[in-house]
């Protein structure tokens, strides 16, 4: 027999879910980078940000377009988050 999950699973499992497919953009985005400009890069992001149903502050996109613009290789997407 299983135990309902409380509050703090609760968010714990959505903040997960959250992280799952904010590193999939990340990763996305991350895969055809090379060349793009800064503008596409965020022009990318917030797309597949709307497709994934990702509400992210505006603080977080800016780091993530840094990061991606710049070249860097893949990160854990938790270090994005506020």
Known sequence: M?????????ADQLMEAKVEALQAVLDRVLSW???AT???VREE???ALD???ID????ARE???????EGNEHVDV???LD
């Open 2 to 10: 299983t135990t309902p999950a409380t509050g703090d699973q609760n």
């Open 33 to 35: 980078r090379e060349g």
């Open 38 to 40: 800064e503008g596409t």
């Open 45 to 47: 992001l917030d797309s």
């Open 51 to 53: 497709e994934a149903g």
């Open 56 to 59: 992210l502050g505006e603080p």
């Open 63 to 69: 780091r993530m377009v840094e990061h991606i613009h």
């Open 78 to 80: 938790r270090t994005f």
